[in-house]
């Protein structure tokens, strides 16, 4: 072969291995994005199924809540065990008793009265009490009553207490089962909707505990976080973002903001333990010191986001309404911040939702503590949501198990509602440069 012929072979076999270098990097590198897809397609898919897992674990366990079992009892107002000084000290606990005497006169002996007088809850005497109190003309009648089961029969009832055990694993004991079954045919029990669960607030009997009290005092410590913390974090961001000097000042004070996002939630109970309650004297366990406490834990958030959404806002939009003659607070207020809004509500409805599910500085103020009453006003002592789960978990008994998911379906709820809201209120308002 010739020199020629040499060069000419030379000169087509370069190109061609640089397209197949090329080629087998393009190769490569779609290998690699594959890869990478399949990966990030991987996560999606176990966070889905981790929170699939999480969800049917809670729905599983507390959708049972919302149902309660009653028993049907044929009282007698007794006019001699309702005398005394009121009906409202009358011996109503007493009648329950004779009632369920009546309908098992065969049970003699005191042990076997006891586990008779188990059979329904021990909140039946303060339902015959209000029945009365609010018609006293049913003293001296018969009338049909359906009062709460107990919480070991309501168990049982709902299939979480096993009948195929031995006697002696088992909270329920034969001749107990034998009652139950006489009640269920003679059609005397059955599955109610649970109102006295979102009716009422906390007891130390299963069967009568309910969320109304915790759900109020969330809704009340929320909306003094809200009035408090939306108005002066916008206010802040305004500021910092438009009027505030670029000096070292601003630069430490924007640094201390971004630290405080991330304290940890209890040491804002520490403070509000120390300042609010200490100091002011603020009423213990009040939705108003809660509001407060988590107020200041807001503030960062609500303020962060509210200037992330001050410069999204072009400049051009400035610049045009200092242009035409406006000053530099009409440029602010009816200018930059309505375009801001979006982002702004968005950020205090997501601060807002962390607050929510906040437990740590709730139970540094002495909202951990047991309440009955449903609160009424802002300074009424109540718990909350978070703290209500927390001490239910806490609890030995079976039936708070189920309350204990209940109520987390019920914040759940709340916080999807809110994401909900802050996802609609981003869409309405939302502008595309």
Do not use: C
């Not at 059609?187 to 607030?201: C, H």
């Not at 915790?214 to 973002?241: D, H, K, Q, R, W």
């Not at 000097?245 to 209890?266: G, M, Q």
């Not at 079976?398 to 209940?406: D, I, L, N, P, Y």
């Amino acid at each position: 072969m010739n020199r020629a012929a040499v060069q000419e072979t030379i000169s087509i076999t370069k190109p061609t291995r640089a397209i197949e270098t090329v080629n087998m990097g393009l190769r490569k590198r779609y290998r690699a994005e594959r890869r990478f897809r399949l990966l990030g397609l991987s996560a999606v898919i176990a966070s889905l199924l981790f929170l699939s897992i999480m969800f049917i674990n809670i729905v599983g366990n507390g959708h049972t809540a919302f149902l309660q079992t009653f028993v049907k009892l044929n009282v007698y107002f007794d006019p001699e065990m309702l005398q005394g000084d009121t009906l409202a000290r009358a011996d109503y606990p007493g009648l329950v008793k004779k009632t369920l005497r009546t309908m098992f006169p065969d049970v003699q002996g005191r042990r076997d009265k006891r586990k008779l007088y188990k059979i329904v809850s021990s909140g039946a005497s303060f339902q015959l009490r209000d029945m009365v109190l609010r018609n006293p003309d049913l003293i001296g009648k018969e009338m049909s009553v359906w009062v709460a089961a107990d919480d070991d029969i309501d168990m049982l009832i709902k299939g979480h207490i096993r009948r195929d055990v031995p006697e002696d694993e088992r909270r329920i004991d034969d001749q107990q089962l034998a009652w139950v079954d006489q009640l269920s045919a003679d059609a005397r029990i059955e599955k109610k909707f649970n109102w006295t669960f979102l009716q009422s607030g906390d007891s130390r009997e299963p069967e009568m505990a309910g969320i109304a009290g915790a759900a109020l005092g969330s809704f009340f410590t929320l909306v003094v976080t809200l009035l408090l913390s939306f108005p002066i974090g916008v206010a802040a961001a305004v500021y910092l973002e438009e009027l505030a000097p670029k000096n070292r000042w601003t630069d430490l004070i924007e640094v201390n903001i971004n630290n405080l996002a991330a304290v940890p939630s209890i040491v804002f109970g520490l403070l509000g333990l120390a300042i609010f309650l200490n100091f002011f004297g603020l009423p213990r366990s009040a939705p108003i010191v809660g509001g407060l406490v988590l107020t200041l834990m807001t503030f960062p958030i609500i303020i962060i986001a509210s200037r992330a959404a001050l410069q999204s806002v072009p400049p051009s939009i400035r610049e045009a309404a200092l242009g035409i003659g406006a000053s530099k607070m009409q440029m602010i207020v009816h200018h930059v911040l309505p375009l801001a809004l979006p982002g702004i509500l968005t950020g205090t409805i997501i601060g807002m939702a962390r607050a929510l599910g906040e437990t740590a500085p709730l139970l540094m103020i002495g909202m951990v503590a047991f309440i009955v009453d449903v609160p009424q006003g802002f300074s009424d002592p109540s718990t909350a949501l978070p703290v209500q789960i927390y001490l239910w978990a806490d609890s030995p008994e079976r039936a708070f198990v189920e309350k204990t998911s209940a109520a987390i379906m019920v914040l759940l709820a709340f916080l999807i509602a809110m994401n909900a809201a802050a996802v609609m209120l981003r869409k309405k308002y939302e502008r595309r440069w």
